[in-house]
């Protein structure tokens, strides 16, 4: 499936807009889902506890939960989006606010990675990338800062091709952040991890 699942949650939404197009998928999540209807969306699914919207919306398809439990709303909706048979899944509204839900995030990124999905969050600065045994081309841009961590305790077979710093077959450990602050010079830039998983993060 080569359509895209756009989940939107309740945190920093300045950066969000997008057009869905026939057959992509809209989650909203909790308070993301004023955001949605803000950009003229109807959501296709309306989930989470709601305590940050504060009321349970009149949606036809609508999953309500309790405040309390195991997954937090945006781990939800991504379990919902790879059961579906999503693998391109873009999340707005995932982060600002509180740093321990943007952390939970990114682990929900490399959850999502680990299924097989194309995961990204996006805000209004930056985009954040996880890859899992895997390889992904970023298009060429000018002076656009680009930082890469291992998700883990180290990431094996590590290759950055086309930026200002290249690496090849080298290994990134969690406890060094070695592939911080480099630039985008122009060229597509390939990264890869053979074993293990990074955290891609540049400006949008």
Do not use: W
């Amino acid at each position: 499936m080569n359509n895209i699942c756009y989940i939107v949650g309740a945190g920093d939404n300045t950066g969000t807009n997008f057009t869905k197009k026939e057959n992509d998928y809209v989650i909203a999540v909790d308070g993301g889902y004023k955001i949605v209807k803000k950009l003229g969306i109807s959501p296709d699914l309306t989930l989470g506890d709601f305590d940050s919207l504060g009321y349970v919306p009149d949606e036809l398809n609508i999953k309500t939960f309790q405040v309390e439990k195991d997954y937090t709303d945006t781990m939800i909706a991504v379990m919902e989006a790879i059961k579906l048979g999503y693998t391109d899944i873009r999340i707005y509204g995932g982060t600002g606010g509180r740093a321990d839900h943007t952390f939970a995030n990114i682990q929900t990124l490399l959850y999502g990675a680990k299924k097989g999905a194309d995961m990204r969050m996006v805000d209004s600065d930056r985009v954040y990338n996880v890859i899992n045994d895997s390889k992904i081309i970023l298009k060429n841009r000018i002076c656009v800062n680009l930082s890469i961590f291992a998700l883990g305790d180290k990431a094996e077979g590590v290759s950055i091709l086309g930026a200002k710093y290249e690496l090849k077959d080298g290994t990134l450990t969690n406890d060094y952040p070695l592939a911080v602050s480099n630039t985008f010079v122009g060229n597509d830039v390939s990264i890869e991890v053979k074993k293990g998983a990074l955290l891609i993060i540049y400006d949008r």
